[in-house]
């Protein structure tokens, strides 16, 4: 069974970046798509981007400017850095498989982490 | 993006009722249209993908409709367990994008 597991920082200081790591366990990183996925309070899913396991990356334009994520298959982990981070970046942060082909579809997902954005 | 809405934004029914959510995209999405539930404090549970295929292990009163632009989720027999919150998603194009949740509460 895959099991992802989200870490890092709960709290992080407006214009600092924010940083999180997914390891991936009972199974292979290997050739799926692993995303970043967050959901403000009171609001919806809002999808943030994907990496390949080969290294290649989505994102969503909407913040393309302030987003990277990385991969490390030799640790089974892909992370994400988002930077300049405001008080609308505050949410609750998924990782999650998305399915190496059509159709796509987020078959597996972290529990979540909080983060919350302030001084 | 492809823009999704969701109807109705919430809804209460009983232990055993017939409930039908409604998920419309902005543009065609052919069958590319996943099904999620989401309970407090969990992550999203994939219930149908591709419009109408069932999860491995998802019970059958879950079923899903459509293609183009209109998608159904319709729960046969509501149990008490299906209490939460349903989104649709499409995977057409990315930026993938999600409908904004219908919440499910039983009477």
């Known amino acids: 069974q895959v099991q992802l597991q989200e870490s890092g920082p709960g709290l992080v200081k407006p214009s600092e970046t924010l940083s999180l790591t997914c390891t991936v366990s009972g199974g292979s990183i290997s050739t799926y798509y692993w995303n970043w996925i967050r959901r403000p309070p009171g609001k919806g899913l809002e999808w943030i981007g994907y990496?390949?396991?080969?290294?290649?990356?989505n994102y969503n334009p909407s913040l393309k400017s302030r987003v990277t994520i990385s991969v490390d298959t030799s640790k089974s982990q892909f992370s994400l850095k988002l930077n300049s981070v405001t008080a609308a970046d505050t949410a609750v942060y998924f990782c999650?498989?998305?399915?190496?082909?059509?159709?796509?579809?987020?078959?597996?997902w972290g529990q979540g982490t909080l983060v919350t954005v302030s001084s | 993006d492809i823009q999704m809405t969701q109807s109705p934004s919430s809804l209460s029914a009983s232990v055993g009722d017939r409930i039908t959510i409604t998920c419309r995209s902005s543009q065609s999405i052919s069958i590319y249209l996943n099904w999620y539930q989401q309970k407090p404090g969990k992550a999203p549970n994939l219930l149908i993908y591709a419009a109408s295929s069932l999860q491995s292990g998802v019970p059958s009163r879950f079923s899903g409709s459509g293609s183009g632009t209109d998608f159904t989720l319709t729960i046969s027999s509501l149990q008490p367990e299906d209490s939460a919150t349903y989104y649709c998603q499409q995977s057409y194009s990315t930026p993938f994008t999600f409908g904004p949740g219908t919440k499910v509460d039983i009477k």
């Open positions: 990496i390949y396991y080969s290294g290649s990356t």
């Open positions: 999650a498989r998305l399915t190496r082909a059509q159709p796509y579809y987020f078959d597996y």
